[in-house]
C-alpha cells in the first residue's frame, strides 16, 4: 500500500515539475503538486477505509 502511495506521489510530483518547468511558474506549480497530492492521498485513505469495511462486514 505504501509503495504504490510513493509511486502515485513521485508520478504526480514528477508531473507538476515537468509543467512549471515548461511554464518557468515555479509557485504554480508547486501549489498544483501539493493539492494533487493532497486529492490522491485522500482518494486512497477513502478507498483503503472503504476495502477494510468490506472486508470486515463480509467476515
Not at 504526480?12 to 493539492?35: D, E, P
Not at 478507498?47 to 469495511?53: A, G, H, S, T
Request: net charge positive; aromatic share 18%; with cysteine.
Amino acid at each position: 500500500m505504501k509503495r504504490w502511495f510513493l509511486v502515485i506521489l513521485l508520478v504526480v510530483f514528477c508531473i507538476g515539475f515537468g509543467k512549471s518547468v515548461l511554464a518557468q511558474n515555479f509557485f504554480c506549480a508547486t501549489y498544483s503538486v501539493l493539492a494533487g497530492a493532497g486529492v490522491i492521498s485522500g482518494l486512497i485513505i477513502f478507498v483503503n477505509y472503504l476495502f477494510q469495511r468490506f472486508k470486515c462486514q463480509k467476515q
